[in-house]
């Protein structure tokens, strides 16, 4: 039976879109549409401050409906002018509502529309409340609490009427859970952005901004929120000091501007500056308890829009899972923020051998499709290979997030791994631990540092760690990040100084690059240029860094219990064959076996055309590690 709900304010943006999101939703009928004037979602025009109207029957309802903004008219006492400085500045629209009818209008509808979906027999009421609840005034230096983010567990200070009849009406929503029965989830989402106007992000800092305008949501995550919270279990929402009430901050990770948001606080507050703790332009509203209590909404942010094609088509991977890894603590001493999150997908699910494959640089776990076939055709059809995505890599937690680490280190990646398979596969013992590259270094740590956990390791074109030449290359990609320019400009020179090292002298030399590109400028164009191009230039710092960090002989590889093959290409620029023998000699049993490509590096990796002899190689190798060759 399909759940039903009623939506209030349907005749506007918010409302009428919540009601298409849900109405595409094949678990859902909306069996009424409410607002005070007609339109396309409307099926009942009523005055919800008024009553009088009665909803049918119904399970969930969602409140909507509201004057959705300040008065114009401020408070006693306020400058009347800041109000019309917001308003020509474009900031925010106001209402010609009177404060005293503003207040009456919100808080009576919310209380009527909470008695009508008791009477209705609803489960849950969803409310549209507003972060404004927390302190937004007309004044933008009005409002200064001691310490940000802003948490839920932050007390509404309310500043004017539409913060007040928000806050009261949350208080409402609370004692009617308290009293009736009805679970009600306040969605207490910030200024919201819309969609045709996303791209114009970030926008420049001006004094004349509000403090809790800083915060932002994108519309379509505000939508998704609410269709979330109509339709999620009780279990997953309600899980706070209050049994069937909960109150969730909706905002994006990010301020709205590209500066510092300490520097920022600084520069409007002087010394009475709020203490921040927070990173970069991390948002000044904690919104990780909806992230976990909304699962899986992840709200855009701006900084994300500078995410690969292929980070953004792996979040958008209807199979990709995740585990929660908040409060985890890193080899530094940093904890993981509470809306840390470890991403992974099964690509085949047995009960058979547990193969665990990370990603390496830059990649994500719907390229390693094709591999993840390679080893499910090598351990049979009953195994479970499961592919992990690295921090940072932009599907996992990671700078565009909010409040990611100064460092992630290859074994903290490790450690999150471990848990992954003790959390969700019971602690099965792995039939093998399999990486490329950076993946490779990952997959050694595991076996490293849990050395029962693993029966074997297969490290491609990887290293247990960052030798002194290889850490040259890497302090150059750190260097390009690091210097002046436009993003622009300095993904084209991550691109052409990553294009010298990621294919060896061989495959430049003998002109191998001319299969499949006109020339050697085409090549460096298309194939690291324009690969880098759309990257998150944090992503890579971050990643870069995890690279860099990692000691060339960390401790604990005489420990390694596994069956070790290493596996580098002779040609390969930073992780060569004469450093991963000397690796070897400091494993116990391992054996190195090298791959002869002229692709370098990107042997490894051989899903590119031409590269067949490369990719057959792997499969025999993989499959004559696991008989025991």
């Known amino acids: 039976m399909p759940l039903r709900i009623a939506i209030t304010g349907v005749a506007g943006r918010l409302g009428a879109a919540i009601s298409k999101a849900l109405k595409k939703d094949a678990r859902v009928e909306v069996v009424a549409g409410l607002d005070v004037i007609a339109g396309k979602e409307v099926t009942q025009t009523a005055d919800l401050a008024a009553g009088g109207f009665r909803l049918p029957g119904c399970d969930v309802v969602v409140h909507a409906a509201a004057l959705p903004g300040p008065s114009r008219t401020p408070p006693p006492g306020v400058d009347a002018t800041l109000g019309e400085r917001l308003e020509s500045a474009n900031i925010i629209g106001l209402e010609d509502a009177a404060p005293v009818d503003l207040l009456i209008n919100n808080v009576s509808s919310t209380m009527r529309v909470l008695e009508a979906a008791a009477d209705a027999g609803a ?21 200064l609490p001691e310490t940000l983010p802003l948490t839920d567990d932050t007390p509404p200070r309310p500043h004017e009427a539409y913060g007040l009849s928000k806050a009261l009406g949350d208080e409402i929503g609370a004692s009617y859970a308290r009293s009736s029965g009805l679970e009600v989830c306040s969605l207490r989402f910030t200024n919201v952005v819309k969609r045709e106007v996303f791209d114009r992000m970030p926008w420049a800092y001006s004094e004349d901004i509000p403090l809790l305008q800083w915060a932002w949501c994108h519309e379509d995550d505000v939508v998704d929120a609410h269709a979330i919270a109509a339709t999620a279990p009780a279990s997953q929402l309600f899980d706070g000091a209050e049994p069937r009430y909960t109150s969730l901050l909706v905002a994006a990770a990010s301020t709205r501007f ?60 209807p199979a990709v899972e995740y585990l929660d890894i908040g409060g985890f603590e890193l080899d530094s001493g940093a904890t993981l923020p509470q809306h840390a999150r470890l991403a992974y997908r099964v690509f085949s699910d047995g009960e058979g051998p547990l193969v665990l494959q990370p990603t390496s640089f830059g990649a994500v776990h719907t390229e390693l499709e094709a591999d993840a076939s390679m080893l499910d055709e090598a351990f049979g059809e009953d195994a479970t290979v499961v592919a992990v995505n690295m921090l940072g890599n932009g599907v996992s937690f990671s700078p565009g997030d909010g409040g990611y680490p100064d460092l992630v280190s290859i074994d903290d990646n490790a450690r999150l791994q471990k848990k992954l398979v003790d959390d969700v596969f019971d602690g099965r013992q792995l039939s093998l631990a399999y990486g490329y590259s950076m993946g490779g270094m990952q997959a050694l740590a595991f076996v490293r540092l849990f050395p029962d956990a693993a029966a074997r390791v297969m490290c491609v074109c990887g290293a247990a760690g960052c030798e002194a030449y290889n850490a040259v290359f890497l302090e150059a990609l750190l260097a390009v990040l690091a210097g002046g320019g436009t993003r622009e400009e300095k993904l084209r020179a991550f691109g052409t100084v990553y294009a010298g090292w990621g294919v060896g002298y061989q495959f430049y030399r003998d002109e191998i690059w001319r299969e499949g590109f006109e020339s050697l400028e085409d090549f460096v164009e298309r194939s690291y240029v324009g690969g880098f191009a759309r990257d998150d230039p944090d992503d890579l710092r971050a990643m870069v860094r995890t690279w860099r960090a990692a000691p060339p002989a960390p401790p604990g590889l005489e420990d390694i219990k596994a069956r070790v093959l290493l596996a580098p290409c002779d040609t390969d620029a930073y992780f ?47 499959s004559r590690f696991r008989e025991g060759d």
């Not at 849950?124 to 409002?143: E, T, Y």
């Not at 507050?269 to 203490?275: L, M, S, T, Y």
């Not at 791959?595 to 002899?613: F, K, N, T, V, W």
């Open 123 to 143: 489960a849950r009421v969803v409310l549209s409340s507003s972060a404004f609840a927390m302190g937004w005034a007309h004044d933008p230096r009005a409002f």
């Open 258 to 317: 590209a500066q510092s948001t300490a520097d920022l606080l600084a520069e409007r507050f002087g010394a009475r500056a709020p203490a921040f703790r927070g990173q970069g332009n991390d948002s000044i509203l904690d919104a990780s308890r909806a992230r976990r209590a909304l699962k899986p909404w992840r709200p855009r942010c701006w900084r994300r829009g500078f995410a690969s094609a292929a980070a953004v088509a792996a979040r958008d991977d």
């Open 576 to 622: 060569r064959v004469s450093e991963v023998v000397d690796l070897a000699q400091r494993i116990p049993g391992a054996v190195v076996r090298p791959l002869a490509s002229p692709y370098g590096h990107r042997a490894g990796d051989p899903q590119r055309p031409g590269m067949e002899a490369e990719r057959e190689w792997l499969r025999g190798a993989v």
